[in-house]
């Protein structure tokens, strides 16, 4: 009498195991396309995803009907508008300060330094967010400040993605981040890296910064990667690809 509930037991189990691989292989699907990408081919999709083609075209059947993806006259794929109200949907429920204080304190217990989140107001920048120091004597920056826009690491990032010509900005662009000691005050050093919004919109810079006599060049070379990787999560958490930021964070030389 048992063994009609274990078969029904057992094939509930296998549809739900292969109801979670094809969701699966849907992501991936949509995984594949990037922020350069107008469209892509089935060849492409198979190449970058690793599925067989008749796999991905019974997916994308779904994919179509759910207007995740859209067939182009010539054949080629490209996301539907559903994804669209997918991301206005997420960025209406995303807070940043959710995202960006967290990240902000594993940085600061990382370095036991202070790290701010600065923004852009016209020709000066403001500190947002702060967490402070776990050391007695600390960088001395309060939430509201406003400080200059063209000197600082936090500065010199928001003016390099805003646009500025020229040295140092070309090399901060070109390395997603900037060390500065004594640039805005002689006894503070920090170090700066851009956070990117949907359609790589710069929402701002996390900066680690402290007192110069303990907070040096090569202190802040070595913490030149994890703040890159905590600007990488908070551009992905904002929705925004990454992969400029993460690439700057491996192609970094910590000193020992």
């Not at 559903?82 to 990382?110: K, N, W």
């Not at 920048?125 to 939430?143: A, F, G, M, N």
């Not at 990667?225 to 964070?249: I, K, M, N, W």
């Amino acid at each position: 009498m048992d063994l009609p509930s274990q078969s029904t037991d057992e094939e509930s189990r296998r549809a739900t195991a292969e109801g979670v691989a094809a969701l699966d292989r849907a992501i991936a699907i949509l995984d594949a396309f990037t922020t350069a990408d107008r469209s892509l081919s089935l060849a492409e999709i198979a190449a970058r995803t690793g599925l067989y083609k008749s796999t991905i075209l019974r997916l994308a059947n779904s994919l179509l009907r759910g207007q995740l993806l859209e067939r182009l006259d010539d054949g080629r794929y490209r996301v539907g508008p559903a994804t669209f109200r997918l991301g206005a949907l997420y960025q209406r429920s995303v807070v940043a300060v959710d995202i960006l204080l967290p990240i902000m304190r594993d940085l600061s217990e990382r370095s036991w330094e202070s790290v701010a989140f600065y923004v852009r107001s016209g020709d000066v920048r403001t500190c947002l967010y702060r967490v402070e120091s776990k050391h007695p004597i600390r960088y001395t920056i309060r939430e509201g400040d406003v400080l200059p826009l063209l000197v600082g690491s936090g500065g010199r990032v928001l003016a390099a993605f805003s646009g500025q010509p020229g040295e140092p900005y070309e090399t901060i662009r070109r390395t997603c981040n900037c060390l500065a000691v004594g640039d805005r005050d002689p006894d503070t050093a920090g170090i700066s890296a851009p956070v990117f919004g949907p359609g790589r919109i710069l929402l701002g810079a996390l900066t680690l910064a402290g007192p110069s006599t303990r907070v040096d060049a090569a202190f802040l070379q070595r913490m030149k990667r994890p703040l890159l990787e905590a600007a990488a999560r908070a551009t992905r958490a904002f929705g925004e690809d990454a992969s400029v930021l993460e690439q700057a964070s491996l192609t970094t030389e910590a000193l020992p």
